[in-house]
């Protein structure tokens, strides 16, 4: 190990950072990755909600070590920052900070307000938190994983063309540093209603309208993608890379 890379104590724990940590499927995630024994940075908005995320998942796993970050990850500064508060190696980064301007405004202008505040909100998070950490991410054996959204694969607007954005990005990435050892992947959730990003809108109208062509006629958990992470995070996962993990009841099929 070089001087420039950071060292782990013998003893301590895997190490992983997850972004949008605080609730829905982030916290899902890092609760399922604590029990799966890594130590946790949970990096979010909103310091009330990530400590009580960091409360549960303690309580959950008492032998995780759960630090948390408030960070806007949509500004390198405070990118920067926040990095620069993550001691020791990065073994897991999960960029699962997002969300959905549905806003479209008026006009051309509007238009083009959308498209930023929904790129802003999830490509830049992600490859900003990314690029800042990836001399500390593990080599060999450190995992990479973006949560997306089927929306990137089959959706319209801002959002589905943000997340779409962050598959290239993946892709690429993949490819850069394979040979180091590090995989990169995307999990693509369909219909998991139990989380923020669908606050205010779970009707039985929108319920039903979303699980028309779901095959297996019911929404998805938070948990269950969770399941996904943590084989993406695990060692059996060693030779999956460049790949995007659809999550979604069978309301799309996978693409070869």
Request: glycine share 14%; charged share 20%.
């Given at each position: 190990?070089?001087?420039?890379?950071?060292?782990?104590?013998?003893?301590?724990r895997p190490?992983?950072?997850?972004?949008?940590?605080?609730?829905?499927?982030?916290?899902?995630?890092?609760?399922?990755?604590?029990?799966?024994?890594?130590?946790?940075?949970?990096?979010?908005r909103?310091?009330?909600?990530?400590?009580?995320?960091?409360?549960?998942?303690?309580?959950?796993?008492?032998?995780?070590?759960?630090?948390?970050?408030?960070?806007?990850?949509?500004?390198?500064?405070?990118?920067?920052?926040?990095?620069?508060?993550?001691?020791?190696?990065?073994?897991?980064?999960?960029?699962?900070?997002?969300g959905?301007?549905?806003?479209?405004?008026?006009?051309?202008?509007?238009?083009?307000?959308?498209?930023?505040?929904?790129?802003?909100?999830?490509?830049?998070?992600?490859?900003?938190?990314?690029?800042?950490?990836?001399?500390?991410?593990?080599?060999?054996?450190?995992?990479?994983?973006?949560?997306?959204?089927?929306?990137?694969?089959?959706?319209?607007?801002?959002?589905?063309?943000?997340?779409?954005?962050?598959?290239?990005?993946?892709?690429?990435?993949?490819?850069?540093?394979?040979?180091?050892?590090?995989?990169?992947?995307?999990?693509?959730?369909?219909?998991?209603?139990?989380?923020?990003?669908?606050?205010?809108r779970?009707?039985?109208?929108?319920?039903?309208?979303?699980?028309?062509?779901?095959?297996?006629?019911?929404?998805?958990?938070?948990?269950?993608?969770?399941?996904?992470?943590?084989y993406?995070?695990?060692?059996?996962?060693?030779?999956?890379?460049?790949?995007?993990?659809?999550?979604?009841?069978?309301?799309?099929?996978?693409?070869?």
């Open positions: 190990m070089s001087a420039q890379e950071p060292q782990r104590h013998e003893s301590a190490q992983a950072v997850v972004s949008g940590g605080g609730t829905g499927i982030g916290l899902a995630s890092a609760s399922r990755l604590a029990r799966d024994g890594f130590d946790l940075v949970i990096i979010g909103r310091e009330g909600v990530l400590q009580e995320a960091a409360a549960q998942i303690v309580r959950e796993t008492p032998a995780a070590t759960v630090r948390t970050i408030v960070a806007d990850l949509q500004d390198p500064a405070d990118v920067e920052r926040a990095a620069g508060e993550i001691e020791g190696p990065v073994d897991v980064l999960l960029n699962n900070a997002g959905n301007v549905l806003d479209r405004g008026e006009g051309v202008a509007g238009l083009a307000a959308h498209f930023e505040a929904n790129f802003r909100l999830n490509v830049l998070t992600a490859v900003l938190l990314t690029e800042t950490l990836l001399p500390r991410i593990t080599r060999p054996g450190g995992r990479i994983i973006s949560i997306t959204s089927i929306a990137a694969l089959r959706g319209a607007n801002g959002y589905g063309a943000a997340k779409a954005a962050i598959h290239g990005w993946m892709m690429g990435l993949a490819e850069q540093i394979a040979g180091d050892g590090v995989t990169v992947n995307a999990v693509a959730p369909g219909y998991v209603p139990d989380t923020g990003f669908w606050e205010g779970r009707t039985p109208e929108i319920r039903a309208s979303r699980l028309v062509g779901v095959l297996m006629n019911r929404p998805g958990t938070p948990d269950e993608v969770a399941g996904a992470v943590s993406l995070a695990g060692p059996e996962a060693g030779w999956t890379t460049g790949q995007i993990l659809q999550v979604n009841g069978g309301a799309l099929f996978g693409r070869g």
